[in-house]
């Protein structure tokens, strides 16, 4: 009877032990998940791709408001429709890319952690390893430079409609509805420079200025553009962030690999 229970005690026991093992590996496993990469990983991809979605929709509707009102030949404007669609194009490229981007420093981030060294052994480095980080460190520190312009020029259309709007909603005023100064009150698109200054009728005036700014394809497109521009600031936040997580694990892989640490960025 005693050797019964015996072996009934060391099989709870060798359970015991499995279960703390067990919940000791989860936890080192999330102490070593780099966190700051993954958030910034998924601050990038939410802005990409709200600037690339909404940006694509909202320059296919801005072409649309041109042509329909502001610019009635279309050799006024052919120039910029060609430069329109090279930037959806580009568009395209910037969202693929940074995808990839993305991706890669997150596995480089998950490759510099203590998770990593666990399940693969000891941590070493090597030139080429360190060669690399810095590499993303350099690329990143472009790419982040870069992106405030992109964030700087998505800008740029935000402005013009909104000048667009706010004359509409001074037409709408009490206090000049009704008045014969609402036909003087006009929108001249051509001192924006996107169409030259010949383009006919260029400029547009009262009621017919508040019927565009009541038509589906302004609406759309300046709350897409004013999405686009916060999409472009999420990604220079999470350049920012992967700046850090870059240069941190850089600084490690350099200065401490011989004391057997690495990174949790």
Not at 24 to 50: D, H, N, Q, R, W
Not at 179 to 187: D, F, K, P, S
Not at 229 to 254: H, S
Request: glycine share 8%.
């Amino acid at each position: 009877m005693k050797p019964a229970m015996e072996t009934a005690a060391e099989e709870n026991t060798e359970q015991s032990q499995e279960r703390k093992g067990c919940f000791e590996c989860c936890i080192k496993c999330l102490g070593g998940v780099p966190y700051a990469s993954l958030v910034a990983t998924i601050l990038c991809f939410s802005g990409v791709a709200l600037f690339c979605g909404c940006g694509h929709v909202a320059l296919a509707g801005t072409v649309a408001i041109l042509e329909q009102h502001f610019s009635t030949n279309t050799s006024d404007h052919a120039l910029l429709s060609e430069v329109i669609q090279l930037m959806q194009y580009v568009i395209y490229g910037i969202a693929s890319f940074f995808f990839l981007y993305g991706i890669i420093l997150l596995a480089e981030g998950f490759y510099t952690t203590s998770a990593v060294k666990e399940l693969h052994g000891e941590f070493k480095t090597t030139a080429c390893g360190r060669c690399i980080s810095g590499m993303f460190v350099f690329l990143t520190y472009v790419l982040g430079v870069a992106w405030l312009g992109v964030f700087g020029f998505s800008a740029v259309p935000v402005f013009m409609f909104y000048n667009i709007w706010s004359t509409c909603e001074v037409i709408k005023a009490p206090q000049t509805n009704g008045t014969t100064g609402v036909e003087q009150i006009c929108v001249d698109i051509r001192q924006y420079g996107i169409i030259p200054w010949n383009a006919l009728p260029g400029k547009i005036c009262g009621s017919a200025l508040e019927n565009i700014c009541n038509t589906n394809e302004f609406y759309m497109s300046y709350h897409l553009f004013i999405v686009a521009c916060a999409g472009a600031g999420a990604t220079v936040i999470a350049l920012l962030i992967y700046m850090m997580a870059t240069t941190y694990n850089y600084a490690v892989l350099k200065f401490k690999s011989r004391e057997d640490c690495c990174t949790k960025f």
